[in-house]
């Protein structure tokens, strides 16, 4: 992979004065440092998390692939297959630039029209081998065109038998991240976590969900309505209202949440891993894991964000597809046995529960 490039050149300099098609004024750009910012960040992140995986899983070591887009930018994919705990797990850096903007973000910021536009990210999922240890998903990433920006992520847990205090533990790491930034950050997260990681298809939540935000700039909107997959009857909608925006929030405030949000992905993840590891399993639960990973294929085929800009941007394929699991399985209706393990993880953690102050 080539070395960070430049800023792009944008063919509408930005004035000292809001410009009448954006409304946006020059304290409210990113700073002229913010693409080699984040895209270190972004890698340093990246190195990170796979030697703390690496740790983890005992064995297995990552495998990178670095790539080039012919458009511009490029990536390191690094991929960790039949390992002691991860049977397959992968985490990608990228970052991409160009002059033709993806038609998904004009139809969402038209004032970001003739502008380059800056994309650099990184995102990770891992499968297990031991049913008992959940598959988890995460993604940090950051937008820039012109006068628009953005940062957006989130991660979540899909347990297959889910235990109480790992849920518990993983929702309390992740609520500590958000409280030192704001204390309606994790509340509004998690709702439109569970929000977002929902299957219509099948009226279920792909897992415990976690924390998901998206389209988080220095207007301080914690759930903007303005973009798809937005709906303003949801829960998430609601509370946001209520609590209205932040005030005063900057490019800094809102990557330093980013960092802290990234951050909290090891503790609050690897001690899960730690405890479950060597808990006994069978045929059973090795075939109600591959059916249940299902699931994580329809979901990341036919909603997640992620996976379409990057098929949108030509980005590379290996890479964007990196999140499917290496084995799978349907069944036709399926139904679990009642009173069982599987049928369990229906009737509670497929819904959305208060994880952090869950009673039993």
């Not at 992140?45 to 458009?71: I, M, N, T």
């Not at 249940?292 to 329809?298: F, H, I, L, P, Q």
Request: glycine content about 8%; hydrophobic content about 30%.
């Amino acid at each position: 992979m080539t070395a960070f490039s430049p800023r792009p050149v944008v063919s509408k300099p930005a004035s000292k004065s809001a410009s009448p098609e954006s409304n946006v004024t020059v304290g409210n750009l990113p700073p002229a440092d913010s693409q080699k910012r984040v895209s270190e960040w972004m890698k340093s992140f990246q190195d990170r998390v796979c030697q703390g995986l690496e740790e983890a899983d005992g064995v297995g070591k990552f495998q990178q692939d670095a790539w080039e887009r012919p458009e511009g930018g490029g990536g390191r994919s690094r991929v960790m297959r039949d390992g002691n705990v991860f049977e397959q797990g992968g985490v990608n850096f990228s970052e991409v630039w160009g002059d033709q903007l993806p038609p998904s973000i004009l139809a969402q910021r038209p004032e970001a029209a003739g502008h380059s536009f800056y994309a650099t990210g990184t995102s990770m999922v891992l499968h297990p081998k031991n049913p008992h240890i959940p598959t988890v998903h995460l993604n940090y990433r950051y937008f820039e065109a012109g006068p628009v920006w953005w940062f957006g992520g989130g991660i979540d847990l899909t347990p297959f038998y889910p235990v109480e205090e790992d849920v518990v533990h993983f929702h309390k790491t992740l609520k500590e991240a958000c409280d030192r930034h704001n204390p309606e950050y994790y509340n509004t997260f998690k709702l439109w976590c569970d929000e977002y990681f929902y299957l219509k298809h099948r009226d279920e939540t792909r897992g415990v969900g976690g924390i998901f935000f998206d389209y988080q700039d220095n207007s301080g909107t914690l759930y903007p309505l303005s973009y798809p997959g937005s709906q303003a009857d949801t829960v998430a909608a609601d509370y946001a209202e209520k609590v209205g925006p932040v005030a005063d929030r900057s490019w800094e405030d809102v990557f330093s949440f980013s960092q802290s949000c990234g951050l909290a992905f090891l503790p609050s993840y690897t001690p899960i891993v730690q405890k479950r590891k060597n808990t006994k399993y069978g045929d059973r639960e090795r075939n109600f894991q591959l059916y249940r990973r299902g699931r994580y294929v329809e979901f990341n085929l036919v909603y997640d964000r992620g996976t379409i800009f990057g098929l949108q941007t030509n980005g590379r394929t290996e890479s964007i597809l990196m999140s499917l699991p290496p084995l799978v399985r349907w069944e036709y209706n399926y139904q679990p046995e009642p009173g069982s393990p599987e049928a369990r993880l229906y009737e509670i953690f497929l819904k959305p529960q208060d994880w952090v102050n869950w009673k039993g």
